[in-house]
């Protein structure tokens, strides 16, 4: 029986256009962020299953690729639970196993620390447009750093990087886990049923307001608190200052330095940015990940329906592995789905090198040969990149071929040429 030459279903092999994008970008990634300060780490693609497993990743935590244990470690007959068969999982995002890099090697990293990481993640997902199983991250993040600093920081790093990429009015959407709870306690919610809420909330763009109060009211909570609680949305839609609004009405329930800090992030930003994004105050903003402790953030494109990247701040997840908290935050760029709108709108990589491809005649060798991979030899050496390969029979399609790589200069070397 023949093998099966497809990938596995949400996963893709990557063609040479698209990987040539790909390099691009991440060049371009690298080197921007370079210029803010981050650098570059790498950790392993699997992780310890307690890591993944400790309720700090939200939904992706039902998401894991699980890796079961080997050899004489692993007994499925006598097997009672999880643990007896899995001890490792595939990372589901960056996040975590860049908090037990730093958990582990604190001593010997600056503070702050400001890190870049580019890798695979797996997800057991759905798989769908711009949604794969693996799939490339990037993120930044400031471990060490208490202040309003690290946002504004991060903001900015990645929405220069987008600029190099040529996206314009793109809105960077801005909202604080402080300001959301605020407005469940204002509203009369039990603490403990916040982040259910927040998750009915998150839908809103999807199932519109009416949509969110008919859930709540369906699912036990008490119609004058949910009432209450959208009547801020409602209020905040009349206005043209939502942040002034919502300000004003969480006064007792939401500490003035958070309200300063944040309002302090968004005025920085916009006094330091260019004219292709602007920042926007979403109150709706929840993000799934239930490690985050304060501002949240996320990139929304008009090219691509959903969000394009996202991160926040969470100042208590180094706090799980070695006991004492540390403040950090990150951003991370949807890597995948810039990679497809840029292919999709025709994308070419620009100010690449000068490209020549030679084609060589069957029977050419010997001395002939060798004086040929001399000069292409040479001309690398000048800094032009240089292809030598056989000449095909159909030296039509092969040249539309090689064209569509970027060569545009061809040198076709024929045997009889050769011996006069």
């Known amino acids: 029986m023949a093998l099966n030459k497809k990938p596995v279903n949400g996963m893709k092999d990557i063609l040479p256009e698209e990987m040539q994008i790909r390099d691009y970008v991440m060049k371009v990634i690298r080197e921007t962020y370079g210029k803010f300060g981050f650098t570059p780490i790498e950790t392993p693609c699997m992780e310890n299953i307690e890591n993944l497993s400790s309720k700090q990743g939200g939904e992706n935590e039902k998401l894991i690729f699980k890796v079961l244990k080997r050899g004489a470690q692993l007994n499925l007959e006598t097997a009672k639970a999880e643990a007896d068969v899995v001890d490792f999982g595939m990372r589901y995002d960056l996040t975590v196993p860049l908090v037990r890099y730093y958990s582990n090697h604190a001593n010997e990293l600056p503070s702050p620390f400001k890190a870049l990481q580019m890798g695979n993640v797996w997800r057991a997902d759905r798989p769908q447009k711009g949604r794969y199983r693996q799939f490339m991250q990037c993120d930044i993040d400031i471990l060490g750093e208490e202040s309003n600093l690290a946002e504004i920081e991060l903001i900015l790093a990645t929405t220069t ?25 204002y509203s009369g919610f039990d603490e403990a049923d916040y982040d259910h809420i927040f998750i009915t909330l998150d839908k809103m763009d999807k199932i519109g307001i009416e949509g969110v109060e008919r859930e709540l009211i369906e699912e036990g909570y008490d119609r004058g608190s949910v009432e209450k609680y959208l009547a801020l949305f409602k209020g905040m839609n009349q206005t043209n200052d939502t942040l002034a609004f919502i300000e004003e009405k969480m006064t007792g329930f939401l500490d003035e330095d958070v ?11 916009n006094t330091t940015k260019g004219d292709y994004f602007k920042m926007v105050f979403d109150p709706t903003l929840v993000r799934g990940m239930s490690y985050y402790t304060g501002t949240i953030f996320e990139i929304a494109m008009p090219e691509f329906g959903g969000s394009c990247g996202g991160g926040g701040r969470y100042d208590k997840m180094v706090g799980r592995f070695t006991g004492r908290d540390v403040p950090a935050c990150g951003f991370s760029i949807g890597f995948e789905r810039i990679i497809l709108i840029l292919m999709e709108s025709g994308f070419k990589v620009p100010d690449q090198s000068k490209k020549i491809a030679y084609l060589i005649e069957k029977g050419v060798s010997g001395k002939a040969l060798c ?12 800094g032009t990149q240089v292809l030598v390969a056989r000449m095909n029979k159909n030296k039509k399609f092969q040249k539309e071929q090689l064209t569509e790589e970027g060569y545009d200069t061809f040198r076709q070397f024929y045997k009889e040429d050769l011996k006069n």
């Open 259 to 269: 309200k300063a800090g944040f309002r302090e992030i968004i005025e920085s930003v």
């Open 371 to 382: 004086d040929i991979i001399a000069k292409a030899q040479k001309e690398r050496q000048d």
């Open 161 to 185: 990087t987008l600029g190099k990429l040529g996206f314009q009015n793109f809105e960077i959407r801005i909202n604080d886990r402080r300001i959301l709870k605020a407005m469940a306690a």
